[in-house]
């Protein structure tokens, strides 16, 4: 008898998109040990440094010392901790707004705020390379959702104008785009959303920490951090941690603890996750923020250098730098040559980018250094 994934896993088995999972048996960093070899990671999100950093996991230590490792309940019971709302206080302090809400994921953050916050009647405008947890998030809510051309204001005011007057009008988009690493026109987004009376939700997962003052994010470094009503960050990358953090109004944050299912139905995320994601704060904030963050970028500077006197097409302003080969065998087989070079930097296929476009995603961190940046653009040329 077939079991339910036999089928398909043949047919992506056939298609060359089989994914499996790899043992990396060290701590996170422009280097590590990866099915039992030392390779150069370029496929990491932790782009500051701070998964390993000395007072990132000394915060997780003394956390763990004095709460023990899980929450044991959920926040609405006996799960919210010290941690948990001290984080959500500096959170919304920093991002410039009256409260944050902390939960276990960005992917649930998303798919739980649109759930809880939009309905039948409504309508969600999201950017055509939106994340899953966005468009996941827009079907679970029941309102209709529309998708606009990529970092296109021109398609969404068109979208916007047509549409019917009845019912919440959301747009979402992205601070840094994940795979194509490009940043959207934030300023003009949010001028076309306000004039057609509509809120905006930026998730901006990949910007937080690095962009804009003391690396408050994409939207602060657009200046259009008061008009965005829902600021969607994640612990996860820049912060080098677990969990997601949403910002906005008061009101706004009291409605989710009421009745968004994904936060008032699980156990709270363990303390130690937000007592070390404040120590990353305190780090992102100050003067050793601005350094790392600049080395990040002097980095990233360099490998699109490289690459492209390698006669590599490629164009970024970020950490992520998208190295487009379009089939999908042909991007694997690109990826397996440098893994055996010690290099790793995995293929990215559909469903995560679309058909035909898929790519080497390379993550430039801080940490790497020129020896590992020159040693992936001549294993590439």
């Not at 470094?221 to 994640?234: K, L, N, Q, S, Y």
């Not at 790392?292 to 970024?316: H, P, T």
Request: one cysteine or more.
């Amino acid at each position: 008898m077939n079991g339910p994934f036999d089928e398909r896993l043949r047919k992506v088995e056939a298609d060359g998109l089989f994914r499996r999972l790899r043992l990396l048996d060290s701590a996170q960093g422009p280097t590590a040990r990866l099915d039992g070899a030392e390779v150069i990671l370029f496929s990491s999100n932790d782009y500051l440094g701070l998964c390993a950093h000395p007072k990132v996991t000394a915060a997780a230590v003394e956390c763990v010392q004095r709460y023990g490792w899980g929450a044991g309940a959920a926040r609405l019971l006996a799960g919210s901790m010290a941690p948990h709302m001290e984080l959500e206080r500096q959170m919304a302090q920093f991002l410039g707004k009256e409260a944050a809400l902390l939960f276990n994921t960005g992917y649930a953050v998303n798919t739980g705020v649109l759930a809880a916050m939009m309905g039948r009647g409504d309508l969600i405008f999201a950017d055509k390379l939106a994340h899953a947890s966005i468009i996941d998030g827009a079907r679970q809510s029941g309102a209709k959702l529309v998708r606009f051309a990529h970092n296109d204001p021109d398609s969404l005011e068109k979208l916007l104008a047509k549409a019917p007057a009845r019912g919440r009008r959301l747009v979402v988009t992205e601070g840094v785009f994940s795979m194509d690493g490009d940043i959207p026109p934030l300023k003009r987004i949010a001028d076309i959303a306000r004039r057609h009376g509509a809120m905006l939700m930026v998730d901006d997962a990949h910007g937080f920490g690095l962009f804009g003052p003391q690396g408050r994010g994409t939207i602060h470094m657009a200046g259009i951090a008061d008009e965005v009503d829902i600021h969607v960050v994640t612990l996860g990358k820049a912060m080098g941690g677990f969990g997601g953090v949403v910002a906005a109004s008061r009101r706004f944050i009291d409605g989710l603890i009421n009745f968004c299912r994904p936060f008032i139905y699980s156990t709270a995320i363990p303390p130690a996750a937000p007592a070390a994601a404040l120590a990353a704060l305190n780090i992102i904030r100050g003067q050793e923020g601005d350094k790392l963050r600049g080395k990040l970028f002097k980095n990233a500077d360099m490998a699109v250098s490289l690459l492209r006197e390698a006669g590599l097409a490629v164009d970024s302003k970020t950490q992520i730098v998208p190295v487009v080969v379009g089939e999908s065998k042909e991007a694997s087989r690109l990826a397996a040559k440098l893994l055996e070079g010690g290099v790793y930097a995995p293929a990215i296929r559909p469903p995560t980018v679309p058909r035909g476009t898929a790519r080497l995603r390379l993550s430039i961190t801080s940490g790497h250094t020129e020896a590992d940046i020159k040693k992936l653009g001549t294993l590439l040329a």
